[in-house]
């Protein structure tokens, strides 16, 4: 996001109309969003028309504006801070900033962590592409096993989050693990696309931050495959800077059997290596804003090989 932008302002994008969905709403697609989005329209608006979407900015979660973790969690205990009246929050009680969130509502509070003592705690977890996450979590009413469709182990947070959710509501636990078993990863957030009979890709394009970055780069390390190839791309938090692209190479060299890298900052990784090469491509303005962002790790089948292409803009911080 450009510097002198903040909350309330009125702004543009440009979107572009995907199809009608109904008579009133259209899909569309927005750039550097990862999935479609739907709108309200009672115009003639027709499939690949391009139109402008105004609104005023009600968060900006970038690492140029928070900048620490305490400030991202300071920005997201609002969220807790509205809770309504019989309502409850369930927090990560893992991480000590989310769990200061407890302090901002006096409606329930709900744990969920792989530490001992917590409402819900999430154990054996494990994953290994081409095994799929897979993980049990205990609580005070039983025990469930669950299969997942997600590729890397860090997805075990999200998973046992939503899980607590769904049980403190009263889902049965046999309907959570049957939902959670089919429910695929986001396209472009560590997805897999398979080729007939080549290489699976497990695709990691939408965002990443530095910290991000080092999560796929676990899951393409964990991979059971006989070869690997990494890719990096932009990290939009250190857009001037190319000291954290060397370390991005230290990290990946160990993990992969190529590491390449694409962009501005390509020639600065260089180290003589016979594994690591640097193309020099267009700015990024200039390429499909689609596929030119964050890590894709290319893995699996006859010849298996394992990629990762890594641009990163995504600012994680605690979550609830």
């Given at each position: 996001m450009a510097r002198g932008i903040g909350i309330g302002d009125l702004v543009a994008i440009t979107a572009t109309v995907r199809r009608r969905v109904t008579e009133d709403r259209v899909s569309v697609s927005i750039p550097s969003y990862g999935f479609p989005?739907?709108?309200?329209?009672?115009?003639?608006?027709?499939?690949?028309?391009?139109?402008?979407?105004?609104?005023?900015?009600?968060?900006?979660?970038?690492?140029?504006?928070?900048?620490?973790?305490?400030?991202?969690?300071?920005?997201?205990?609002?969220?807790?801070?509205?809770?309504?009246?019989?309502?409850?929050?369930?927090?990560?009680?893992?991480?000590?900033?989310?769990?200061?969130?407890?302090?901002?509502?006096?409606?329930?509070?709900?744990?969920?962590?792989?530490?001992a003592g917590v409402d819900y705690r999430a154990t054996d977890i494990h994953a290994a592409f081409p095994e799929r996450l897979i993980l049990t979590i205990?609580?005070?009413?039983?025990?469930?096993?669950?299969?997942?469709?997600?590729?890397?182990?860090?997805?075990?947070?999200?998973?046992?989050?939503?899980?607590?959710?769904?049980?403190?509501?009263?889902v049965p636990a046999q309907t959570v693990a049957e939902q959670v078993a089919g429910c695929e990863p986001f396209h472009n957030r560590l997805s897999v696309a398979a080729k007939p009979d080549g290489p699976q890709f497990i695709i990691d394009t939408t965002k990443a931050p530095w910290h991000s970055v080092l999560l796929a780069f676990k899951a393409l390390a964990d991979a059971k495959v006989p070869r690997k190839r990494l890719i990096l791309g932009h990290m939009s938090?250190?857009?001037?800077?190319?000291?954290?692209?060397?370390?991005?190479?230290?990290?990946?060299?160990?993990?992969a059997d190529q590491v390449v890298f694409v962009g501005d900052h390509s020639q600065a990784k260089r180290t003589g290596t016979k594994a690591a090469f640097s193309l020099s491509l267009p700015p990024l303005k200039s390429l499909n804003t689609s596929a030119a962002r964050r890590p894709l790790v290319n893995s699996s089948s006859s010849r298996a090989q394992a990629t990762c292409i890594s641009s990163v803009s995504r600012c994680h911080g605690p979550g609830t």
């Open positions: 989005h739907s709108i309200i329209d009672h115009t003639k608006v027709k499939k690949g028309q391009q139109i402008e979407l105004t609104g005023e900015v009600t968060r900006i979660e970038h690492y140029s504006v928070f900048r620490t973790r305490e400030a991202v969690a300071a920005e997201k205990g609002m969220l807790v801070s509205n809770i309504r009246p019989g309502g409850f929050v369930v927090l990560n009680a893992d991480d000590q900033h989310v769990m200061a969130m407890a302090e901002r509502t006096v409606e329930r509070i709900v744990t969920f962590g792989q530490a205990e609580w005070t009413g039983g025990r469930l096993t669950l299969q997942t469709r997600y590729v890397a182990e860090h997805f075990w947070l999200p998973v046992t989050a939503a899980v607590a959710a769904a049980l403190e509501l009263g938090d250190f857009p001037g800077s190319d000291s954290k692209y060397r370390k991005a190479y230290a990290a990946a060299r160990p993990i």
